[in-house]
């Protein structure tokens, strides 16, 4: 009498022979046909449930070699291409092996492996037979739309989410927009009632610790639902409040900060780039998303927004920010900064006169700052908080100093002398400074930045030369003031003229002009023999204006 794992492992043993085929380039056909083949994938799929959890390799196996099937057939490189076109019209057509995949969603919480390879490999086959036919499957669709419907926290809404996200994920990676819409517009109600059902609770923020996954699914959904653009993507939007909300009263870290950088990405307008470039949001859009985020900073909402210690080897150390035991979440600290400094922005621009609250918000951002220990080393200068927490990301420091320089823009006016502008944190001379300094004075990194597409340097960079243009007398205020915080850094001695030029602001300011200066003539150099990428004849003009400027005696 054959042992109880004895169809197991001859199971197995005939999808490893399939597997094996399928992925050596130099492999023969499989023993069996491809009718063969598909029965023994779908007898795999059942093993776990049938024969326990003995059996759960072949379930794995058959789940894996369902989703290298699909790849395989999509991008077609194998001499066996077409027998496995033959297994898949098979497993698809006649064994409608994805309601049987369909089916594991509602596993057991300790089947968590089988039922993730089960929603990856249903999906492939979802996204196959979408691109193909244009139709979206019943079941998958059906038994997706339930679970967003009915919303009950547990492995089988985790696993609808998911497969639902990567599907969506992978069609907007394709840039084909018909099977977006396709997609979006089956889901339009069911996905639109699950955020507000799951949002708009009191448990919004998260809920208990066991809704984190689920919390987390519906997080990044609603980040390609942004990316795609039309309908149920403006829901980032309309729950603004609830996301923000979330970043302050989530019960477990991880989920606080997923909800904080979605907002960060969508507040710049970012979400979804790594597949379709910048996302589409309109005023409106973004006019929610600012009064959510100004409502909730008026609030004292920053107080209750935690970053915590940074993780290492062997363990997490907590700490309180700054503190000698550790540091702080600096990925979480930008985040909160980027998205509240961008909202201060649209508020500003958008409002018909200036707003006295901006600056209230930016004293309350640099606060939290220093409590989550942020504190530079140029004592109580709140300019330098910006360039010292964005200094380790460039995209993420031009975001910053760009917000700030047109946040100063619009309410330079209330600006009474030239020491003033420092008194918001905002001054976007001393931003410059400050990013030239950390850049060691090298006109060759700033010709890096401007040729890169990366971040957003050449925009920043027009527009503050242009204020450089007409305001270099508060250039000069400010290489001042950085040179009298360096002062006592300077020893006694034989560097008294070192010391007299600081005192002076000649030091920073000498050393700026020169940057600036090297970086005109090279970039002229590189504009002149058609080597630089774009036309930059404004850029050069406007550097030459400056630096003519910042010769003129009485500066230098």
């Known amino acids: 009498m054959a042992s109880p794992g004895a169809a197991p492992r001859r199971l197995v043993a005939v999808l490893a022979e399939a597997y094996e085929c399928l992925v050596n380039a130099r492999a023969t056909k ?12 779908i007898d795999g799929v059942h093993a776990h449930s049938r024969y326990g959890a003995a059996a759960q390799d072949a379930t794995c196996l058959a789940l894996t070699l369902i989703g290298r099937i699909v790849a395989t057939v999509t991008a077609p490189t194998s001499h066996l291409a077409r027998f496995y076109q033959d ?13 049987q995949m369909v089916a594991t969603f509602a596993c057991e919480e300790r089947d968590q492996v089988v039922r993730h390879l089960a929603a990856k490999s249903a999906s492939a086959c979802v996204l196959y037979q979408l691109q193909v036919s244009g139709v979206l499957h019943p079941s998958w669709h059906g038994t997706c739309e339930r679970a967003l419907l009915s919303l009950p926290a547990g492995p089988q809404l985790d696993a609808c989410l998911w497969s639902l996200t990567h599907v969506l994920q992978e069609l907007l990676r394709t840039k084909r927009p018909e099977p977006v819409r396709t997609l979006i517009a089956a889901f339009d109600v069911s996905v639109c009632t699950a955020a507000s059902r799951f949002l708009s609770a009191d448990q919004s923020a998260g809920g208990a610790s066991g809704l984190a996954d689920t919390f987390c699914h519906l997080l990044d959904l609603l980040e390609f639902l942004t990316a795609s653009g039309g309908g149920s993507p403006r829901l980032t939007y309309v729950h603004a409040a609830a996301l923000v909300a979330a970043v302050s009263r989530a019960p477990l870290y991880f989920v606080s900060k997923r909800a904080a950088l979605l907002l960060k990405r969508a507040a710049l307008r970012k979400a979804g780039e790594d597949w379709l ?16 985020v100004l409502d909730a900073a008026t609030a004292d909402w920053l107080s209750s927004v935690s970053a915590e210690s940074l993780t290492f080897f062997g363990g997490s150390r907590s700490t309180k920010g700054g503190s000698e035991d550790g540091e702080c979440d600096t990925a979480m600290l930008r985040a909160v900064s980027l998205l509240l400094i961008k909202s201060v922005q649209y508020h500003v621009t958008s409002a018909a006169t200036g707003d006295g609250e901006a600056g209230g918000h930016l004293t309350r951002l640099w606060r939290f700052l220093r409590e989550r220990g942020v504190r530079p080393t140029d004592g109580d200068h709140d300019c330098a908080l910006l360039p010292l927490l964005f200094g380790e990301q460039d995209d993420d420091m031009m975001e910053a100093a760009k917000a700030a320089l047109v ?6 006016e209330n600006c009474a002398s030239a020491e003033a502008p420092c008194a918001a944190g905002c001054n976007p001379h001393c931003h410059f400074l400050f990013l030239l300094r950390a850049v060691w004075w090298d006109h060759r990194i700033l010709l890096d ?13 027009l527009r503050y030369l242009r204020y450089l243009r007409t305001e270099w007398r508060g250039f000069a205020a400010s ?7 360096a002062l006592p850094r300077v020893p006694f001695g034989r560097d008294g003229e070192g010391r007299r030029r600081r005192r002076t602001g000649q030091h920073t300011l000498g050393r700026a002009r020169r940057c600036l200066l090297r970086l005109h003539l090279l970039l002229a150099r590189l504009h002149h023999k058609k080597l630089f990428p774009y036309k930059a004849d404004a850029l050069l003009r406007l550097l030459w204006q400056v630096t003519r400027q910042l010769g003129q005696d009485g500066l230098t």
């Open 407 to 412: 946040i100063f823009l619009r309410l330079r």
């Open 277 to 292: 470039g910048m996302c589409g949001e309109s005023a409106a859009d973004l006019g929610a998303l600012t009064a959510a």
């Open 30 to 41: 499989p023993k069996q046909d491809a009718e063969q083949v598909a029965r023994a994938i």
């Open 479 to 485: 290489c001042r003031r950085l040179d009298a915080e």
């Open 87 to 99: 297994t898949l019209e098979v497993l698809l057509r006649d064994l409608d092996v994805v309601s």
């Open 449 to 461: 930045f401007l040729m890169s597409t990366e971040t957003c340097f050449l925009e920043y960079f």
